[in-house]
């Protein structure tokens, strides 16, 4: 019986990025629903002047009603979650973008999506104090779109 030899392929010395660009792919997808649901959440209570109440109205301590409602749910004259499902779409763009390089082109690219994923988060970071400081409610599709920048981010660094 001959003896194996290990593969010495010249790709094993490519970096991969592993799964990265689908998981970022299904995250970005996610993010984006989200966001989606939160914008429609805002406009709802803003042509009801107040009288909508979204099946994510649980109670005073965790209402998105409070906060998608609240003065600071806009960000100059347009909706939070309009721009993050800005973000959102340029997370997909970058990951599909990612997915479709092979070996050092797409840890290359891989890097734009870490560095957009931590601007994302550090932004989801930043709405959640002004969520439990400022207006002191906890909005589950916030902390849902928190959890998902949380992930893409690790997931991206992961890399």
């Not at 906060?67 to 499902?85: E, K, R």
Request: aromatic content about 8%.
């Amino acid at each position: 019986m001959g003896k194996t030899r290990p593969n010495t392929d010249v790709s094993d010395s490519t970096p991969s990025t592993g799964m990265l660009p689908v998981a970022a792919i299904v995250l970005s997808i996610l993010g984006i629903a989200l966001g989606v649901t939160g914008l429609y959440i805002h406009q709802e209570i803003a042509s009801s002047q107040g009288a909508y109440s979204s099946f994510c109205d649980v109670n005073q301590e965790m209402s998105c009603d409070a906060v998608l409602g609240s003065t600071h749910a806009t960000f100059l004259g347009t909706p939070v979650a309009s721009w993050g499902i800005l973000g959102w779409l340029m997370a997909l763009g970058l990951s599909v973008w990612t997915f479709a390089a092979k070996g050092r082109e797409r840890v290359a690219r891989a890097t734009y999506l870490l560095a957009l994923s931590g601007v994302i988060l550090a932004i989801s970071l930043y709405y959640l104090v002004v969520s439990t400081v400022l207006i002191g409610v906890l909005c589950p599709i916030c902390l849902s779109l928190d959890a998902t920048a949380l992930v893409l981010f690790a997931v991206a660094a992961a890399r």
